[in-house]
């Protein structure tokens, strides 16, 4: 076994046969309750140990909870060796519920200072760190490049080297699973808040694996320890965890958004509604122009693995053409073990193009994907799977790159 990798759970069954006979079969389950365990779980299970004596800064919001619904600000703030001294928040704020910039806060619970990373500034502050000399991030993360919380760590862990801080990553696990790797790799004169690393659009490795990977590809000099998840492995979605399912962000409400958004929230930032607004956002996308009867037919040609596509109409309440009706297409997943996500949004982009090459805005394609090669194919009208191969041999040279931080099997 790789050293640092997490060795698979093993569960005794202890039996009598002479008992057995007495009774009726009964079946035992081996174990009681999640099976998998998060960072912050397998961290008060130690009593918090690690951060015994440390005066903590903690960058989370409302996913930042143990199994049993404990948040981990509390479970450090009643911890009596740990000094929590403050509490930092991503984009969509503490709460998770904003779709804005936000301000400094305080937390009720707890009375401490919320400095905001979403706001006036996205980078902590050497007044918001005074005081602090461990930060730890416990925030979930959804496997996709341009999802922001992972640009919210990076941006923090350049701060806690400036500033010389500990760092700590209470790791989840990656809910879309950790084989699938997808898309076009970000090229490093792309980085920017919405593609935090050299990384595909969908990139098979959790948060704790990233900070591993940044710091070490980046050279960036910290002293940072990742307390990983038990009981994961990278097959396992989130379905297989146990753990119960925590929106990450306003629009991201189940694992089928989850594993939809690389591929379908790629083409947000064109003139399409993705579903912000609806009951079923990344599920469905469309706009009055789009005839959605048209789409899901070219798309069903396709045949593509995983995937069914029905058309439908729908009124986005918010976003993208709010209190306008839109034609397009469900987007099924029909079998999990096949389905690409980012092949599905590709097929959709090329689909488009050739049906409403007039109607469909591409001047802002890029901003999400990044990848200018990827986007020009698209707009000359090259095959979808012929753009899919294209980026085959990055992906091939990142999944050797990912190879030394990986902490799962």
């Not at 000094?83 to 009720?108: M, Q, R």
Request: overall charge neutral; aromatic content about 6%; hydrophobic content about 40%.
């Amino acid at each position: 076994m790789a050293a640092g990798r997490i060795p698979p759970l093993v569960f005794a069954v202890w039996s009598c046969s002479a008992v057995a006979a007495q009774a009726p079969t009964q079946v035992v389950p081996a174990q009681v309750g999640p099976a998998t365990r998060t960072g912050i779980d397998v961290l008060a299970a130690d009593d918090c140990k690690l951060l015994h004596g440390r005066h903590v800064g903690l960058i989370t919001n409302h996913t930042g909870r143990t199994a049993a619904g404990r948040r981990t600000a509390d479970v450090l703030r009643e911890s009596p060796d740990v000094h929590l001294v403050a509490l930092f928040s991503p984009e969509h704020g503490a709460d998770g519920v904003l779709d804005e910039k936000t301000a400094d806060t305080k937390d009720a619970a707890t009375g401490l200072p919320v400095y905001s990373l979403y706001g006036e500034t996205r980078v902590p502050t050497a007044a918001m760190l005074q005081g602090v000399d461990t930060l730890v991030f416990d925030v979930q993360d959804v496997g996709c490049r341009f999802y922001t919380y992972v640009s919210t760590m990076r941006n923090c862990l350049e701060a806690a080297a400036t500033h010389k801080l500990r760092f700590v990553v209470l790791d989840r696990p990656n809910p879309i699973g950790g084989v699938g790797m997808e898309g076009p790799v970000l090229a490093d004169a792309r980085r920017d808040f919405v593609g935090a690393h050299r990384i595909p659009v969908r990139h098979g490795l959790t948060v704790g694996e990233l900070a591993r990977m940044i710091t070490g590809e980046d050279g960036i000099t910290i002293d940072l320890t990742v307390v990983a998840c038990e009981g994961w492995h990278r097959a396992d979605r989130w379905d297989r965890t146990g753990l119960p399912w925590i929106n990450p962000s306003p629009n991201m409400r189940s694992i089928t958004q989850a594993m939809l958004y690389p591929g379908i929230g790629l083409l947000e930032t064109t003139n399409l509604s993705v579903g912000r607004g609806t009951d079923t956002p990344f599920e469905v996308l469309g706009a009055p122009w789009c005839d959605g009867v048209q789409l899901a037919a070219l798309l069903r040609s396709r045949n593509l693995p995983g995937v069914a596509f029905v058309p439908v109409s729908f009124t986005p309440a918010a976003s993208e053409f709010r209190g306008k009706r839109c034609s397009g297409i469900n987007v099924v997943i029909t079998d999990w073990s096949t389905f690409e996500p980012v092949r599905t949004g590709l097929h959709v982009a090329t689909a488009l193009r050739a049906l409403h090459t007039n109607q469909w805005d591409t001047k802002k394609l890029d901003g999400l994907l990044k990848h200018e090669a990827t986007r020009d194919a698209i707009l000359a009208g090259e095959a979808a799977d012929t753009i899919v191969a294209s980026w085959k041999k990055e992906l091939e040279l990142f999944r050797i790159r990912r190879q030394p931080f990986l902490l799962y099997d």
